[in-house]
């Protein structure tokens, strides 16, 4: 875990930068993402700074729980529940990650197929 001076979600939960939340707890936040891949696109992520996933499964896997039901909580309030949706957690440069603090995409709002795209 690093400190995340100039981490942009830090920043976020700090609330030095605007964001439209759709949801938050103690110590999750859940915001809509700036440049949607679908009609519903939140990112939630953990409060405390973990560049990814497996950080935070290493150190606190009781807050990768707490992402897990802020992000169940998102699709309840997004109505997500009939249609579908995905949940996306990109790791590493090859993964697709752009943003080095844990976080996982909320999808949905469209049909979603596989391969993405």
Not at 3 to 30: K, W
Not at 51 to 61: G, W
Request: a negative charge.
């Amino acid at each position: 875990m690093s400190d995340g001076d100039d981490c942009l979600f830090c920043r976020l939960v700090a609330h030095e930068i605007p964001a439209s939340v759709v949801a938050e707890t103690e110590t999750t936040l859940a915001f809509r993402d700036i440049s949607p891949a679908a009609p519903t696109h939140v990112l939630v992520i953990p409060k405390e700074h973990y560049r990814d996933m497996a950080a935070i499964i290493a150190d606190r896997p009781e807050l990768m729980s707490d992402v897990m039901a802020t992000a169940m909580e998102v699709v309840g309030l997004e109505g997500l529940q009939e249609e579908g949706y995905r949940l996306v957690a990109n790791t590493g440069a090859s993964g697709g990650q752009t943003v080095y603090h844990a976080h996982l995409h909320v999808l949905g709002g469209r049909g979603l197929g596989w391969p993405p795209g």
